[in-house]
Structures are given as structure tokens and as C-alpha cells.
């Protein structure tokens, strides 16, 4: 597929303006401690004071810098003719409080978005531009990957940061330019700097470096009978320590960035240290899984294999298998997308980094995350992989349709990504993978909200009532967190009889189910004011305390439906069976070939 460095710039150009629409307009964000950091960031960054830019063991400074820097063009533009600039992005009932966060969302959408580009760059350098830019509608409108990158924490960014670096490793190794190996080390950086599990490139990269090291041996070593050990000790130095070295002074770079470096290197370092060995030990509170809460202890092996299942969506998930499957059961019989060397070290990344998370006891869904983001670029490869084979069991037809098939199928793959998530907008984290049954299965198996999702329908409602500024709403913590973004009157983590109305989640129901099932009941036989709904299942429930006789309640609801159940299985049977077809037809054109040949 070739196409114009003009034509290539538009697209990527669109990719990226796509991208940012989507993850900054009317964001769901849970957390608040982020915000709270970087206000703080700033004031130090202001004052010099250099040892308070270090304010998370975790440590999120590059997070920080990014939402920072937005912030601070907020503040300048607010009130200002220019003020539209950044406030379309922000839904009409937003507070003042929940604007300024909305701001810093938005400088973490604009470097994912940056990044999604740059993942796409790098793709077209290992593959082409098919594998590339079916990776760039897949990760764009990756339901997941929009949850994650509208919220105001740093996984999504971390993903992002991880993932680039590991194709700049591979690029740098493909082509030989070692600028690259050391910019992968930079961003390696800014990953761990934005969470401590991007801890991971270290390891990683050093596999990488080792493995190609090894083939190329493997290659040379019989023409090398004499002076074997001398020529083996260079070859180490050049394919493995001295890259690796360059690679780590890369990682430096990143680090010295940090003011708090500057001034207190061993404490920052004893910190992250600890960080490190801590997470081996902490489990996380309240994990739901199967049905059953696990407070203060690990969950099962299963956690990350089922979240990661229900998570992705049936485009991704069926296409990563496909490209399994044409890496291992049918790779003589098409033109492989991808040197196989280089797809078996992204699959060893999403195995790898799994494992890594797996060992320690702190578990929840998004952790996992960059190996998801991963797993979209196995998809885009298995995508082309498709390609791949309708061609070579069509080969020597010549008709409009094939030769439209290759941009036909990136379109519609990338097309079903897109129609799976927006429904769920702005929730797309409510979305769950439909091949599994949906939110319907996933309520039962799986925790189905991350960003308290269905929210901003309960904070538009209730800012749409007669001086909604003073009535008070009882809710747990968590939803106050988020309300406090949206919803300008009082909240209260306790129900009393000053409440004018009480909400409940479905979080709230998955993690202490006895608990707020017992609170629930004090409405029992009562109908709810509003009731969110998404992909079939309730996420929010608002009781009014005195409710106005009678009453028409509200019900919201939102995402695909049972039909994107059937579809979900329709596209999974229409991809296995094109692929059987495909096989036999290019296992018959082989049979006829050789019985013409003999």
C-alpha cells in the first residue's frame, strides 16, 4: 500500500485531531489527588523549590508537567475572549473546580494523541502503511484506551509512552541508526516517570537487544572457527552492551529532567526503591471478581486475564488471535506483515509485562494497560494478515473489488471499532467486550465501572433542578470525588435526613454488596428519580428524599445493546470463516501448482 507524503501527512494529521476530540471533549474522571499534585507541581516550579516537584512515590512527574502546562494556559485564558479555546471541551454543567481539571485532562489527551501518531510512524517503519494506520484507527477509537486517556491519572499516558519506546528499539535495531535506540531510552524515561511500572523497558529493552544479539550469532557462528572467543567478546560489546549503555544513558536524560533530582537524588531513589518492593506485598481494596469481593487480599491468576478479555473489544480480541494463528499455523502460506522476530518480542511484551504485574498483590484493571495498548497492534498486524491471505487465495484475479479490498478492510475494522465505542460516549469505559455478552456478563464477573461512568447524566439532571446549587446529594466518597467536577451544590459521604437526594452505583453494589444493598433499601418499592442505564445494565440510581407526588421518573440509557451482541458474533464468524476459506482456496492453488509444474 503506498501512498503520498502528502496524502501520508493529512492522514496523520486526521489521526490526530480524531484522537484528541474524542479523549478531551466532556471527560469522566474519578480521581482528584493528580489535580491536587499538580496545582502543587506548579506552585513549586513557581517558587524554585525543587525538592517539592517530587509529590508522588509513584512518581507521575511527567504527567505532571503535561497537565500542568495546560493548566497554566487555562488560568491565562479563563475570562478572556480566547477562553473558548479550551472551553469547548467542558459540558455545560461543569463547576469551576471540575473545569480547571478538565483542563489538565486535556493536556494529557493532547500527548496521547501525539503519541497514537507516533506509534503510527514507527509501525510504517517495521511494516507498511496498512499495519500502520489500522493500528492508528484501532487504538484511536480503542473503547479502553478512550476510558483510560479521558481520565486524570497516568496510565493511559504510561501505555503510550511504553509502547513507543519498545518500537523505537526495534526500529533503532532494523535500521541501525542508534539515535533511535537512544530516544526509546528518553521515553522509557518518561514512561517510569509517569508510573513506576514502566519500570518494565528496563528489562525489556535489554531482551530485545539480546535476542537480535543472538540471532545474529547464530548467523555468523560458523564462519568464525578461529578466534571464536575474541570475535564473540566484540560481538557482545556491540550488539549488546555498548547499545544497552546507550540505551540506559537515554533513561538518564529522562530522569535529569526531574528538579527533585536535582537536589535529593538518594531520597527520590530510596523512594521509588521502596515503591517498587512495596507493591509485592500490598493487595488492593475491595477487587470484585466472580461475584466475590477480595479485600485486602490478592485475587485470582484469572483477575487480569478476564478483565483484559472483557475490556478489549471483539474487533481487537478477534484480530489478535487471527494474528497468533498466522504466526503459528499458517505462516508459509502468506506474506507475513511483520518480520516474525519482531511480532514474537510484541507478543513476549504483552506476555512479560502481564507476568510483571501479576506478581505483586496491588491489582485493578487499568494496570494492565499497556499491555493492551499492545494488543491493538497485534490486532492491526492480524488485520493485514487477513489482507494477506484473501490476496494470495485470489492471486491472478484482477477486479475492481480486490483490488479496493485491502483500504475496504482497514475501513471496516477500523469503522466496527469506532461504531462499538461511541454509543458508550462519553462513558466509554461502561463498554465490555460484546463477544462475551456485554455489560450483562461483565456485571457478573468483572468490576464495570472505573471513572464512575453514567455520573455526568446525574449531574446534568440535578443542575437542571430550582436552585440546584443548594440542594445536597449523599453518596460514597468515590461519587463525591467526581460530583464535586460536575454538580455545583453540597454533597455529604454519610446519608442523613438533610440529603434532598441519595445516589448509588454499581460500583458501590460489586464492592459492598451487603452494605449499600441495606442502604438501597430504604427506597425498597420506590422508583428512582433517575435511573442510568448503559448497555443493559443499571450504573446510577438517584432517590429523592421527598419526592414530589407524582412524579415521571428519568430513565437514561445508553450503548449498544443486545444487537451488538449479535453483531459481535456475526463479525467473528464472517472473520474465522474468510480465513478458512482462504486457507483451503491457497492450499488448492499450491495442490494445482505443483501437479501443473510436474
Known sequence: MRISRRTAAILLVVVFVVA????????????LHWFTWTKIFNRAIDEQNWAATNQSSIPGFTGMVISGLTLRLYDVLNGTVAEPVMSWAFPPYAT?????????????????????????????????????LAAAGLLTFSPFFLAQSRAYNQDALLGALMVV??????????????????????????AFLSKMSGVFMVPYAGLVLLVYLVVGLRAEWSAHRQGRARWLAGEIWRGLVGPYLLWLLGLAAAFALWPAMWVEPRVIVAEILERLTGHLGEAHEGRFLLGRVYDEMRPPVLFYPLT?????????????????????????????PLKPLIFWLLVAYVLFFTIQMLIGSDQDA?????????????????????????????????????????AAMVALAVGMQALIALPFAPNYGAH????????????KVVEIIGQNEGLNYVSDYLSQQPESKKLQIGAKKSLNKTLRQYFGGKTSQRWSNKDDYNLISVRDLQREPDYWAEKQAVYEGSTPQLLVIIDGVPYMWLYARNPPTPFEPVVI?????????????VWTVALVSTVVWALR???????EGRLVGR
Not at 473489544?313 to 507475513?336: H, M
Not at 460484546?434 to 450483562?440: K, S, T
Not at 445508553?558 to 449479535?566: A, C, D, L, S, T
Open 557 to 569: 440509557r445508553r450503548g449498544g445493546g443486545v444487537g451488538f451482541i449479535v453483531l459481535a458474533w
Open 585 to 591: 482456496h491457497t492450499a488448492k492453488l499450491g495442490e
Open 366 to 406: 487499568r494496570y494492565i494497560f499497556p499491555a493492551y495498548l499492545m494488543l491493538e497492534v497485534l490486532a492491526a498486524i492480524g488485520l493485514v494478515g487477513v489482507i494477506e491471505l484473501v490476496q494470495q487465495a485470489t492471486k491472478g484475479r484482477e477486479s475492481d473489488w480486490l483490488r479496493a479490498f485491502p
Open 432 to 443: 465490555h467486550n460484546q463477544l462475551l455478552g456485554g455489560n450483562r456478563v461483565a456485571v
Open 96 to 132: 469551576g473546580f471540575g473545569k480547571r481539571i478538565m483542563a489538565g485532562i486535556m493536556g494529557l489527551a493532547l500527548a496521547i494523541s501525539g503519541l497514537i501518531v507516533a506509534v503510527t510512524v514507527l509501525l510504517r517503519k517495521l511494516a507498511d502503511w496498512r499495519v500502520a
Open 165 to 190: 519506546s519498545a518500537l523505537l528499539v526495534l526500529v533503532s535495531l532494523e535500521s541501525g541508526k542508534r539515535g533511535y535506540l537512544v530516544l526509546s531510552g528518553f521515553v522509557a524515561g518518561l
Open 20 to 31: 484528541f476530540v474524542l479523549r478531551a471533549y466532556h471527560p469522566v474522571s474519578r480521581p
Open 308 to 336: 483484559f478479555a472483557f475490556n478489549s473489544s471483539f474487533v481487537t480480541l478477534t484480530l489478535a488471535f487471527v494474528a497468533l494463528g498466522q504466526y503459528t499455523l499458517w505462516r508459509e502460506q502468506i506474506t507475513l
